[in-house]
């Protein structure tokens, strides 16, 4: 004789219900309805190395529940980050799934790094999301290519389209994050094999319009203490504040510095800072005149020219 439910049962299956739905929403509103987190953390970092063979093998193109995805569990921490922040937990969670995505299909190599951080003891609390991805044999940023990456920085800025947009992913990322960076450096994988890798940051803030973090180019040095002697040092970075940019750094070796300050004033650029790290200095420059793009892509032509001019005759 087959078990049937009465009404009773019903209701208590029911009562049951609501009281898992109760602490499901509590969980979910706990940053929100907490009067200390928001408050009381100043930073987490949060990363995660992800094997692209097996994410690959096991879950793209394939019908799987989403909970049970690798890519979940770091979109859910990054929607937690984004709550503790007061900054919309839905755009950077897709900001980030988007990120993943290309990291993951268009990257390289065994493993892919994921790194968040939610920095709130500052005047305008960010989270920064870094993808990290090894580059193919023999692939690296040379100084010609060097100036493609010179101009991806503010995002609320026309410089910042100078980076071709490869589709929906490129797109969505760009509309979404208040900041992005492109690092290349050298370091030794998790299988230790010393690599070239490649690494895009996207920084989203609590105020879009509000101050943005100060580059101290720590990322760069770190990239320059793994470099052999004979490397190249070549590097630009282009300076904003909101739309408009505002002066650029070039990092080379200190012998070619003096000829590149000599160039720059040539152009109506001064030297408004000077830091020396090992055997670079970083100097930066800044002009009354109006930047644009062609103009600095033609010193930085100028500039790449003097670097390899000193590289090919020691």
């Known amino acids: 004789m087959e078990n049937t439910l009465t009404i009773e049962d019903l209701q208590k299956r029911i009562q049951q219900l609501e009281k898992e739905n109760k ?11 907490s009067p200390y987190l928001q408050k009381s953390i100043s930073k987490i970092v949060y990363e995660a190395t992800i094997n692209r063979e097996e994410v690959i093998k096991n879950e793209f193109g394939k019908r799987i529940n989403e909970k049970h995805g690798t890519m979940y569990e770091i979109k859910t921490q990054a929607y ?14 897709l900001m980030v799934t988007e ?22 003891d500052v005047i305008n609390p960010y989270i920064m999301c870094s993808f990290k991805h090894e580059m193919p044999p023999g692939k690296f940023y040379t100084l010609k290519e060097i100036e493609e990456n010179a101009l991806k920085g503010d995002a609320t800025t026309a410089f910042f389209d100078f980076e071709n947009s490869r589709g929906r992913g490129e797109y969505l990322m760009k ?3 208040d900041e992005r960076r492109i690092i290349n450096g050298i370091e030794i994988n998790p299988d230790g094999k010393k690599i070239r890798y490649f690494k895009r940051v996207l920084i989203k ?20 203490d793994k470099l ?30 003096p000829k590149v300050a000599e160039l720059m004033k040539q152009h109506g650029f001064q030297i408004i800072e000077e830091e020396p790290y090992y055997r670079t200095l970083f100097t930066t420059f800044k002009t009354d005149k109006k930047i644009n793009k062609e103009d600095l ?5 100028k500039v790449r020219y003097i670097v390899q001019h000193e590289f090919d005759n020691k």
């Open 205 to 224: 803030y609590k105020d879009p319009q509000g101050p943005k973090e100060k580059i101290t180019f720590s990322e760069l040095k770190k990239e320059i």
């Open 99 to 120: 990120a993943i995505q290309n990291l993951i299909e268009h990257g390289y190599g065994k493993y892919a790094i994921v790194t968040l951080e939610m920095q709130n």
């Open 297 to 301: 892509l033609n010193l930085f032509a």
């Open 23 to 33: 602490l499901l929403k509590e969980e979910l509103d706990y940053i929100k309805e």
């Open 228 to 257: 052999d002697i004979d490397d190249v040092v070549c590097y630009f970075h282009v300076h904003h504040i909101e739309s408009e940019p505002t002066a650029v750094t070039i990092a080379t070796l200190r012998s070619s510095a």
């Open 175 to 177: 509309e979404l994050t």
């Open 80 to 93: 937690r980050f984004a709550h503790l922040l007061g900054i919309d937990p839905v755009s950077v969670r």
